[in-house]
Protein backbone atom coordinates (compact mmCIF):
# COMPACT_ATOMS: atom_id res chain seq x y z
CA UNK A 1 0.00 0.00 0.00
CA UNK A 2 1.27 3.56 -0.89
CA UNK A 3 -0.08 6.64 0.27
CA UNK A 4 0.41 9.83 -2.06
CA UNK A 5 0.88 13.73 -0.93
CA UNK A 6 1.52 16.47 -3.26
CA UNK A 7 1.98 19.73 -2.55
CA UNK A 8 4.12 22.53 -3.64
CA UNK A 9 1.00 23.89 -6.32
CA UNK A 10 0.36 27.88 -6.02
CA UNK A 11 -0.51 31.04 -8.32
CA UNK A 12 2.02 32.06 -10.64
CA UNK A 13 3.09 34.23 -13.24
CA UNK A 14 3.25 33.01 -16.76
CA UNK A 15 7.50 32.41 -16.93
CA UNK A 16 7.86 31.71 -13.22
CA UNK A 17 8.87 28.30 -11.88
CA UNK A 18 7.11 25.69 -9.52
CA UNK A 19 8.41 22.67 -8.01
CA UNK A 20 5.94 20.12 -7.11
CA UNK A 21 6.59 17.21 -4.95
CA UNK A 22 4.90 14.05 -4.12
CA UNK A 23 5.56 12.48 -0.64
CA UNK A 24 5.13 8.87 -0.64
CA UNK A 25 4.40 6.13 2.57
CA UNK A 26 5.10 2.70 2.78
CA UNK A 27 8.59 0.60 2.49
CA UNK A 28 8.45 -0.35 -0.72
CA UNK A 29 8.08 3.03 -2.74
CA UNK A 30 11.37 2.85 -4.00
CA UNK A 31 9.92 -0.20 -6.48
CA UNK A 32 7.39 1.85 -7.86
CA UNK A 33 7.20 3.77 -11.37
CA UNK A 34 5.84 7.36 -10.53
CA UNK A 35 4.20 9.89 -12.91
CA UNK A 36 2.62 13.21 -12.42
CA UNK A 37 -0.94 13.69 -14.65
CA UNK A 38 -3.07 16.74 -14.63
CA UNK A 39 -6.38 18.27 -15.29
CA UNK A 40 -7.87 21.42 -16.03
CA UNK A 41 -11.86 22.05 -16.05
CA UNK A 42 -13.62 20.42 -18.68
CA UNK A 43 -11.18 18.63 -19.98
CA UNK A 44 -9.80 14.66 -19.64
CA UNK A 45 -6.56 14.03 -17.29
CA UNK A 46 -3.62 14.05 -19.33
CA UNK A 47 0.11 12.34 -18.42
CA UNK A 48 2.80 15.08 -17.98
CA UNK A 49 5.85 13.21 -17.49
CA UNK A 50 6.86 9.72 -16.15
CA UNK A 51 9.84 7.82 -14.06
CA UNK A 52 10.96 5.05 -13.47
CA UNK A 53 11.38 3.16 -10.25
CA UNK A 54 15.01 3.79 -10.19
CA UNK A 55 14.66 6.76 -11.23
CA UNK A 56 17.10 5.93 -13.97
CA UNK A 57 14.34 6.66 -17.10
CA UNK A 58 12.15 9.60 -17.65
CA UNK A 59 9.49 10.26 -20.30
CA UNK A 60 7.42 13.76 -20.70
CA UNK A 61 4.68 14.99 -22.87
CA UNK A 62 5.42 16.89 -26.31
CA UNK A 63 3.45 20.00 -24.33
CA UNK A 64 6.35 20.33 -21.69
CA UNK A 65 9.32 18.75 -22.64
CA UNK A 66 12.19 21.17 -22.08
CA UNK A 67 10.41 22.73 -19.74
CA UNK A 68 9.62 20.08 -16.69
CA UNK A 69 12.21 17.84 -14.96
CA UNK A 70 10.92 15.18 -12.94
CA UNK A 71 12.99 13.20 -10.47
CA UNK A 72 12.88 10.58 -7.80
CA UNK A 73 14.53 10.50 -4.28
CA UNK A 74 14.00 7.03 -2.98
CA UNK A 75 16.25 8.13 0.06
CA UNK A 76 13.20 10.59 0.76
CA UNK A 77 10.12 8.63 -0.66
CA UNK A 78 9.39 11.57 -2.62
CA UNK A 79 8.82 12.32 -6.08
CA UNK A 80 9.54 15.92 -7.94
CA UNK A 81 8.20 17.61 -10.66
CA UNK A 82 10.36 21.20 -11.54
CA UNK A 83 8.69 23.60 -13.91
CA UNK A 84 10.09 26.37 -15.86
CA UNK A 85 8.84 28.30 -18.15
CA UNK A 86 5.19 27.80 -16.90
CA UNK A 87 2.49 28.78 -19.36
CA UNK A 88 -0.96 29.97 -18.59
CA UNK A 89 -1.98 26.38 -20.35
CA UNK A 90 -0.38 25.16 -17.78
CA UNK A 91 -3.19 26.01 -15.46
CA UNK A 92 -4.53 22.32 -14.02
CA UNK A 93 -4.67 20.41 -10.71
CA UNK A 94 -1.58 18.14 -10.78
CA UNK A 95 -1.42 14.52 -9.68
CA UNK A 96 0.71 12.12 -9.10
CA UNK A 97 0.33 8.46 -9.47
CA UNK A 98 2.39 5.22 -8.88
CA UNK A 99 2.65 1.86 -9.57
CA UNK A 100 4.58 -0.84 -9.13
CA UNK A 101 4.89 -2.41 -12.59
CA UNK A 102 2.94 -0.04 -15.21
CA UNK A 103 4.92 3.04 -16.04
CA UNK A 104 3.15 4.17 -19.33
CA UNK A 105 0.77 7.47 -20.30
CA UNK A 106 -1.86 5.77 -19.67
CA UNK A 107 -4.05 6.95 -16.32
CA UNK A 108 -6.65 4.22 -15.42
CA UNK A 109 -3.36 1.96 -15.50
CA UNK A 110 -1.85 3.29 -11.98
CA UNK A 111 -2.73 2.16 -8.96
CA UNK A 112 -2.44 4.32 -6.66
CA UNK A 113 -2.74 8.58 -6.60
CA UNK A 114 -2.65 11.72 -4.43
CA UNK A 115 -5.46 14.02 -3.89
CA UNK A 116 -3.74 16.59 -6.76
CA UNK A 117 -2.19 20.55 -6.08
CA UNK A 118 -3.66 23.18 -7.82
CA UNK A 119 -1.31 25.21 -10.60
CA UNK A 120 -2.21 28.28 -11.75
CA UNK A 121 -0.88 30.16 -14.06
CA UNK A 122 -2.17 33.80 -14.60
CA UNK A 123 -0.88 37.35 -15.00
Known amino acids: QVRLVESGGGLVQPGDSLRLSCAAS????????VAWFRQAPGKEREFVAG????????RYADSVKGRFTISKDNSKNTVYLQMNSLKPEDTALYYC????????????????WGQGTQVTVSS
Open 51 to 58: VSWSGGAS
Open 97 to 112: AADMSYSGTNYESYSY
Open 26 to 33: GRTFRRFN
